[in-house]
């Protein structure tokens, strides 16, 4: 057995005095430290700024990423982070803002704020919009949390039960846990729609009282668009609850239909997602959430409104309260044509942007007002785009997935035989192989230079192979990963063993996941004098 | 068309091989009354329009490059060495997807378990999990896993005032639909007003450290006090603070939680901001979140991976304690580069930098005639100056001056009208203090 690690530990690669920055000499005279709150020992490694550099490089080498080739992950919308918007995200105006600026220094992010909530108000069809929630999953507390209140402002506080198909991502039952209400699972149909009988059941029986709402994924987590759902949301209405639209898969229904007029009450969205920004190994991301006038006064705050309307022609100077103070360190700023004024004529008073909490607020779900470093890169990736191009990102998604699926149906079983969303899912599994599972086909693909797509989910389908190639791929690397995968079909029946211990090229083979959670070694710091 | 590929010729081909003659048959499944609607958005724009743009915004900022800086309050200006943002900006890093395919993530896997443990060095426990979202979530988590610790027996959650305003909204929001108690921090107690609360029934008590005012209590008593009772010590820290102040650990914290922007994440008008959260071994289970732990391949090499999957949301769905999923895990990376370059020497002298300048800007300020500076207790980067004027008056006059001056106590406590929470780091050079005292000296 060896040892190695294919990159030492930062911690191993040090050594004592060492210093990996070049910091300046306190300019202040000295004061004593407080000898009896000092801590004695701090143990983080010492390494040069060379040693740190080799090292975090040599560790990206270790990973697959996006600017690397296809990553079909299903769910995760792992489309092209345009490297504009980093540049976007650098500027000192940005990067460099205090959260607590006080409005009148911070119009121009209240300003790109208040516009792309009015942006993704107008994709999804929805009054009002926060963007305040973290990411996916905080969006969908957010929404339960406002449902909840809104029954109980109502007098309803006993409609405590969520409907949630069985077909759900993770995300949406843990949610409504968290909020205090119960879930109630339906079960999905052969056509991988909510099952209708079950979901008269629960809302026409005797649960009826009890429903608060229901949660469901559009297009479904199937990538399947639920042909049923405007009879799903009258339903549900029907006994009182109120719809909430997961918006993960919002890349398959831009410009295509709005959520809002559907009928959905709230939904979120996934700026890291439908909006490029990027996921960053894990995170961050961005779960704006929308809903239509009803739960607007619940909105998670604070959001960003006009609290002072602008003025034509007064006698103010111009844009006062936006333009670079003729104080500062003296750097010029971009004050003629603003973007700030586009709503203001030339000469005139732009409005005063300023946050808000709404009224009957769920409160706050962050310090601050949000991941604001994903929603400016989502709206410079909107501005892109614009009203004609936001239609195209979600066809060419659409045509890609099912260019893909029309192809792997001749190799792959495809469980529903209808047109696809943004992305589909395959059986992984051969019955002339039956040794050779989804995950055995996933890390042989590895092998041929692509990563996998989403694995054993959803839960619905045995052996899933959820694929989500979106918009940004050509034609030809689809093509060249069909073709991979059509050699892994032909693979599993000839030398199965070949997927079953695969990855061969990876920098690991498989890991021993039993272990990791036996043996827990979750830090290798140097243990502290306790 | 911006980021698609697609020729006219492709897309053609493709059609054909699907079986259909537009793209726009393959929407039949959305009711045809609500299929393809207009939207009302500005036209599109060049990469060239786009980056004119996004600079005339930024500008509309009064940012830390234009300003000199004196404001914290939970958002630190700090110095982040260039090769922070470097590693940041490598494609590897920032365009992969959660470490769920370990053979092909061992570069965000090592870097997570790199960050999960110089977190266990600062803080004093056993093991961090790969983020939250924020300082404020983590102590959401914090109350979760007490409460879970405790059994849901206990339903009394105690919180100092002295916590940053926005966490204890947070915690709030977040337990809104339980069955618990959220108390201490409406008026002003002190540490010893709040062990008087402690009771059979206390699931957990929070503190901050230094406090939201700077300041350092004495802790030397509390843990035991808590522990006594039955109940769990979480400490909300300030990670730059523990570079030279002693670990929470050590202070017989069993939970510590906090936000990690202050090492290497810039100010970025409040996110992507870094939640810690770390934790002593005996709750090392109840954790929530994504956590890395080594393991071996299958040809017995050492490797990363994410462990004790079965507690998280994709496994456990609606018996899981927390829904996260996405965290901030590009955030630890920041961090984890920036802890390394730091490294044992650095982040203590940079600690001590910030303690030596906020100490004389302190001392200058309280001599001022009209001002006070509150030194009963001893402070890190952040103390409270009394101020002979509303806190918006002398901002306004040092914003003309090019300041940006410190955080105005009165909109978050009633009781501190005029009293201004002022942050000076190493990034403010002495001239920077002295000319900001002489103004403030201008206005006494
Ligand atoms: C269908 C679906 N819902 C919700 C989520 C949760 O979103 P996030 O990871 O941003 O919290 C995800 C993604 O992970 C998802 O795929």
């Known amino acids: 057995m060896t040892t190695e690690l294919l990159q030492p530990l930062i911690y191993d690669i040090g050594s004592p005095g060492r210093m990996g920055v070049n910091l300046p000499e306190c300019d202040v005279p000295k004061v004593e430290l407080p000898a009896a709150l000092m801590r ?106 406002m449902i909840r209140q809104y029954h109980r402002d109502r007098g309803e506080g006993q409609r405590d039960l969520i409907l949630v198909p069985n077909s759900a991502h993770g995300t949406n039952p843990a949610t409504v846990t968290m909020a205090g209400m119960h879930v109630h699972e339906l079960p999905s149909n052969d056509r991988g729609n909510v099952d209708m009988d079950a979901l008269h059941a629960a809302c026409e029986g005797e649960l009826r009282d009890r429903i608060a709402g229901m949660m469901v994924t559009v297009p479904s987590t199937l990538g399947l668009f639920e042909s049923t759902i405007l009879e799903v949301i009258a339903t549900v209405h029907d006994a009182g609850g109120l719809m909430y639209m997961d918006g993960a898969n919002m890349n398959a229904l831009m410009a295509a239909v709005k959520p809002g007029e559907l009928g959905f009450d709230v939904m979120h969205y996934n700026l890291h997602k439908t909006f490029s920004t990027p996921h960053g190994g894990g995170g961050p991301g961005s779960g704006a959430v929308g809903v239509n006038d009803k739960l607007a006064p619940y909105l998670p705050g604070p959001i960003v409104e006009i609290v002072e309307e602008g003025a034509a022609d007064t006698e103010e100077p111009v844009g006062a309260t936006l333009e670079s103070p003729e104080h ?167 030398d199965p063993e070949l997927l079953r211990n695969a990855p061969h090229t990876a920098p690991v083979r498989r890991l021993d996941e039993v272990r990791a959670a036996k043996e827990l070694v979750l830090c290798c710091a140097p243990a502290l004098s306790r | 068309m911006s980021y698609i590929p697609h020729t006219p010729f492709e897309t053609q081909q493709m059609l054909v091989e699907i079986g259909v003659a537009t793209i726009d048959e393959l929407f039949e499944a959305v009711p045809a009354t609500h299929r393809f609607p207009k939207l009302d958005l500005p036209p599109p724009m060049s990469e060239m329009e786009v980056a004119a743009e996004m600079l005339a915004i930024s500008e509309a900022n009064d940012h830390a490059q234009d300003f000199a800086i004196f404001r914290g309050a939970g958002a630190y200006h700090h110095f982040i060495p260039s090769v922070v943002n470097h590693m940041l900006l490598r494609g590897e890093f920032y365009t992969a997807y959660t470490p769920y395919q370990p053979e092909i993530s061992q570069g965000t896997l090592q870097a997570t378990y790199e960050y999960q443990s110089m977190m266990c060095a600062l803080t004093g426990m056993d093991a961090a999990n790969a983020s939250h979202y924020d300082g404020a979530t983590s102590l959401a988590e914090a109350i979760t896993v007490a409460l879970e610790a405790t059994r849901h027996r206990r339903k009394k959650v105690i919180l100092s005032h002295a916590i940053h305003p926005h966490y204890r909204e947070v915690a709030r929001t977040y337990h809104q639909g ?118 071996l391949d299958a040809d017995g090499k050492r490797a990363f991976v994410m462990t004790l999957r079965p507690r998280e949301q994709d496994i456990k769905r609606e018996r899981a304690t927390s829904n996260i999923c996405t965290n901030q895990g590009l955030m630890a990376l920041s961090a984890s580069v920036y802890m390394a370059l730091m490294g044992k020497n650095g982040l203590r002298h940079v600690g001590e930098l910030n303690y030596h300048k906020a100490h004389y800007a302190a001392n200058e300020i309280n001599r001022l005639d009209g001002y006070s500076v509150d030194m009963s207790k001893p402070f890190f980067n952040e103390f409270v100056v009394a101020c002979p004027r509303p806190i918006a008056r002398i901002n306004e006059a040092l914003l003309a001056e090019g300041i940006i001056g410190g955080y105005d106590l009165g909109a978050h406590y009633y009781h501190l009208t005029d009293r201004m929470l002022l942050c000076v780091t190493e990034m403010n050079a002495k001239e920077e203090i002295d000319r900001l005292v002489e103004i403030l000296g201008g206005l006494g």
């Open chain 1, 40 to 145: 004695e020992d701090l143990p983080l490694p010492e390494v040069s700024e060379v040693q740190v550099v080799r090292h975090f490089v040599k560790l990206s080498k270790l990973n697959y990423s996006i600017d690397q080739g296809l990553y079909p992950l299903g769910s995760c919308t792992m489309k092209y982070n345009p490297k504009i918007n980093e540049d976007a995200a650098r500027l000192p105006g940005f990067a460099q803002l205090h959260p607590l600026t006080d409005e009148s220094g911070s119009q121009g992010a209240l300003f790109l704020m208040r516009e792309l909530q009015k942006w993704l108000g107008e994709i999804s069809g929805f009054d009002a919009v926060s963007l305040t929630p973290a990411a996916g999953a905080q969006g969908e507390f957010a929404g339960i949390l």
């Open chain 2, 178 to 295: 339980r069955d618990i108690r959220i108390i201490g921090d409406r008026g002003r107690g002190e540490v010893v007003d709040l062990m008087e609360m402690l009771d059979e029934n206390t699931a957990m008590l929070a503190v901050q450290y230094p406090d939201f005012f700077g300041q350092i209590d004495d802790l030397s008593t509390l843990a035991d006090a808590v522990h006594d009772a039955g109940a769990l010590l979480v400490m909300v820290a300030n990670p730059m603070a523990l570079s030279i102040f002693k670990s929470p650990g050590e202070l017989g914290a069993d939970i510590v939680v906090g936000e990690g922007q202050p090492m290497g994440v810039p100010l970025g008008y409040g996110g992507p901001y870094l939640g810690y959260f770390a934790i002593r071994q005996k709750y090392v289970r109840r954790i929530a979140g994504r956590i890395i732990g080594e393991t």
């Open chain 1, 328 to 494: 500062g360190r003296g750097m010029t700023r971009a004050s003629q044509g603003s973007p700030l004024q586009t709503s203001a004529g030339e000469g005139d008073r732009p409005p005063l942007y300023g946050f808000v909490m709404p009224e009957k607020s769920i409160g706050r779900l962050k310090a601050f007002h949000g991941n604001f470093g994903m929603h400016l890169r989502a709206f410079a990736y909107i501005r892109v785009y614009g009203d004609s191009g936001i239609r195209d990102v979600t066809r060419y998604a659409v045509l890609n997935a099912n260019y893909l699926r029309a192809k792997l149906m001749r190799t792959y079983k495809v469980p529903y035989p209808r047109y696809c969303g943004h992305e589909f899912v395959l059986e992984g599994h051969f019955e002339d192989a039956a040794d050779v599972h989804a995950l055995d086909i996933s890390k042989r693909l590895m092998d041929y230079g692509f990563h996998p797509p989403t694995n054993y989910f959803p839960l619905i389908v045995p052996e899933a192979l959820l694929i989500e190639p979106t918009e940004t791929e050509t034609k030809v690397d689809l093509d060249e990963f069909v073709e991979a995968m059509e050699r892994i079909a032909e693979e599993a029946r000839r």
